[in-house]
């Protein structure tokens, strides 16, 4: 009996030591599998399927193993007992460990690993050895897309082929590391996501990052990536960046194709990419819309939205003087003009004016309306009813848990009704708005507009200061969405010194990036890259010195033109952004 004992025993010992060497050696092996550089970017999507799988999961592996080699065994002794769920409490412990590795090392911003990987590495390739993440609302190749909704990933097939941006991309030497976190359907633009994760704001945890497109812009903004990709509806790339201090950009609408994405509203969604500088953000241009050409040499004259800076709650003096005082010292003073921009729409569009007796007709009061608002609204008229003709059935069908915010958006533009008659008179109000922007910046000229209404609001902040913040930047997003112009947003509080060195400028008490926002006419996005790039580095500079003039009045001018096109133009030369004459 004692010898039968003593070989249960030793029979014990070799499993537990096998089992043990064999589990460290599995761990190993993955550890090396997913090895992270020094950028946190995991080199496979097994890192992905590991994290994922919670605690309780691995705990009751451990116990598994356990059960089956208590059955398998046939061992009737209480120490035999013990040693086999020391065995499982080792083998969790092993598993528990590694999983908690994984989550260590798994960026916020990026909810899915994928690896995107040209097939040869050419050193010509203009993207040669990039790494980037793409919104999840890109289809890769046997995967499913996302679209920051569990439900919906959990009710739709993997991707039958990778969209035709992402292999653009890696046929120009890139590689794509990630799908990035977003909020729910691309219906939000403040950056939560109650399933996935918020992702932080790199300059400031206390304040939003902004969305739809968060975690794209995050994994910029952290170094995580060199660059990154989205889709921007109606902001969903260009706050963001401005929320986390990078360069944003949004393509002229039609100018990228959209193979492979899912749709938010089909007639405002374009392709935007991020980058943390301009050199970066024209080279990624070049490769995704190869076929535009620069007509000119560059930007012939600026247009200073004069009366809508006047509405933003951030000073001129960081914005609008900064850009201002860049402008005159690269391209030239004579360049500079000022612009009512408020007072020439409302005197060009008269779909304006008609939009807002239809609303008093339907007993909203409308009186305080400017223009942009009601750019605004007939932007969010047809959002919704395009939303909710690509996905209204599905919602129906599928009744989704979605975040409040998110959930309150999607019930306005699936349940309630449409007024037929309001969206007619918005479709006036787009065609005449496109057709006032192309022909206001034709002759390669840029508009300039405050990239957001005020800074970046408190994550904590009561929902009413979230809406109300939202409610505004749709305004001046709707310019370029509504009228399908490129757009891109211009960080200005991170200086490049000359070892690439980042300082950050304070702004009043917190360390914020503020950003103005330059538009360019639909098919100008290589002349808005171009701007961009002319811009940045002075951009920078101008940030380190104190404005003199302060922002002109109506009353301040140095000289004023008329152009004999269109004489209602009030536009001039002002020294309020230039310094002395």
């Not at 691995?58 to 002794?77: E, K, P, R």
């Not at 499982?88 to 590694?98: D, Q």
């Not at 065609?431 to 000229?445: F, R, T, V, Y």
């Not at 300082?503 to 917190?510: F, K, L, S």
Request: glycine content about 8%.
């Amino acid at each position: 009996m004692s010898m039968a004992k003593h070989d249960a025993s030793s029979s014990i010992d070799a499993v537990e030591n096998a089992i043990d060497g064999e589990v460290q050696n599995a761990m190993e092996t993955v550890s090396d599998f997913i090895h992270v550089d020094n950028e946190g970017g995991f080199k496979s999507s097994l890192a992905a399927l590991l994290r994922r799988i919670p605690k309780k999961a691995w705990f009751l592996m451990g116990l598994g193993v356990a059960g089956i080699i208590v059955t398998n065994g046939n061992i009737g002794n209480v120490k035999g007992h013990r040693k086999v769920l020391n065995i499982g409490s080792r083998i969790t412990n092993l598993f528990a460990k590694g999983g908690n590795r994984l989550r260590k090392n798994r960026h916020p911003s990026i909810c899915h690993y994928v690896q995107l990987k040209p097939d040869v590495y050419h050193f010509e390739d203009a993207l040669y050895k990039r790494k980037f993440c793409a919104q999840d609302s890109f289809d890769v190749e046997k995967k499913i897309t996302g679209f920051g909704s569990p439900d919906w990933e959990n009710s739709h097939e993997p991707a039958i082929k990778t969209a035709p941006v992402l292999v653009k991309l890696r046929k120009a030497g890139a590689t794509c590391i990630g799908k990035t976190i977003m909020d729910e359907m691309g219906f939000c633009l403040l950056g939560a996501n109650r399933w996935l994760g918020t992702p932080e704001n790199p300059f400031s945890t206390s304040r939003i990052c902004g969305g739809s497109s968060s975690g794209a812009a995050v994994s910029v903004g952290s170094k995580v990536v060199d660059f990154a990709i989205g889709i921007d509806t109606v902001g969903d790339v260009r706050v963001p960046a401005a929320c986390c201090g990078v360069l944003g950009f949004r393509s002229s609408h039609g100018a990228i194709s959209l193979e492979g994405t899912i749709p938010v509203a089909s007639s405002f969604d374009a392709v935007g990419w991020f980058a943390r500088n301009a050199g970066l953000l024209r080279l990624v241009g070049r490769q995704l819309c190869p076929h535009v050409v620069m007509d000119g040499k560059g930007p012939k004259r600026f247009y200073m939205a004069h009366d809508v800076f006047k509405l933003s709650a951030v000073s001129h003096l960081r914005t609008a003087d900064v850009l201002a005082r860049s402008v005159q010292r690269t391209v030239g003073r004579h360049t500079l003009c000022n612009l009512n921009f408020i007072e020439y729409l409302e005197d060009h569009a008269p779909a304006i004016q008609t939009f807002k007796k239809e609303l008093e007709r339907m007993g909203l009061d409308s009186s305080q309306y400017t223009a942009l608002d009601v750019l605004r609204e007939s932007m969010l008229l047809f959002q919704r009813h395009e939303f909710k003709g690509n996905h209204g059935e599905w919602i129906a069908k599928a009744k989704p848990y979605l975040t409040r915010t998110v959930e309150s958006r999607v019930h306005k533009a699936v349940l309630l009704p449409d007024s037929e008659a309001l969206r007619v008179i918005a479709i006036q109000v787009r065609e005449e708005i496109s057709s006032l922007m192309n022909n206001l910046l034709k002759n390669d000229a840029i508009l300039v507009v405050p990239a957001l209404p005020s800074l970046p609001p408190k994550s904590a902040a009561v929902s009413n200061e979230l809406e109300t913040f939202e409610y505004k930047t749709q305004a001046l997003m709707s310019l370029s969405s509504l009228s399908r112009c490129c757009q891109v947003m211009a960080s200005r509080i991170v200086f490049k010194a000359v070892r690439e060195t980042e300082v950050v400028i304070p702004v009043g008490r917190n360390e914020l990036p503020i950003s103005v926002s330059l538009l360019a006419r639909n098919g100008a996005d290589l002349l808005l890259l171009e701007t961009v790039m002319l811009l940045h580095t002075t951009i920078q500079q101008e940030v380190l010195k104190k404005p003199i003039w302060n922002f002109c009045t109506n009353t301040e001018h140095t000289s004023v033109f008329k152009c004999k096109k269109e004489p209602s133009w009030k536009v001039c030369h002002t020294r309020s952004f230039l310094g002395s004459p």
